[in-house]
């Protein structure tokens, strides 16, 4: 497999499985490191919030393929 296909693959596998969410940086893109605009918040979940993004940069091929990036908030 192409190096580039697979690393592609491994982004949207992290993006699917989840990236950490800072409520001070956000959440950044598993492909091109940008941060993420947020798409959907979901309630509070016991000490968790789940979030969806989408990245912003156009050159990114998980913003062309309309990719949603998972994160978790932790409450400390």
């Known amino acids: 497999m192409n190096v580039e296909v697979a690393s592609l693959v491994e982004a949207k596998r992290r993006a699917e499985s989840g990236v950490d969410y800072s409520p001070r940086t956000g959440a950044r893109c598993p492909w091109c490191g940008g941060r993420a605009r947020i798409y959907r918040t979901l309630p509070w979940d016991g000490a968790a919030r789940v979030r969806y ?24």
């Open 53 to 76: 993004h989408l990245c912003r940069s156009t050159a990114c091929p998980l913003a062309a393929l309309r990719v949603t990036i998972k994160s978790v908030e932790v409450d400390p």
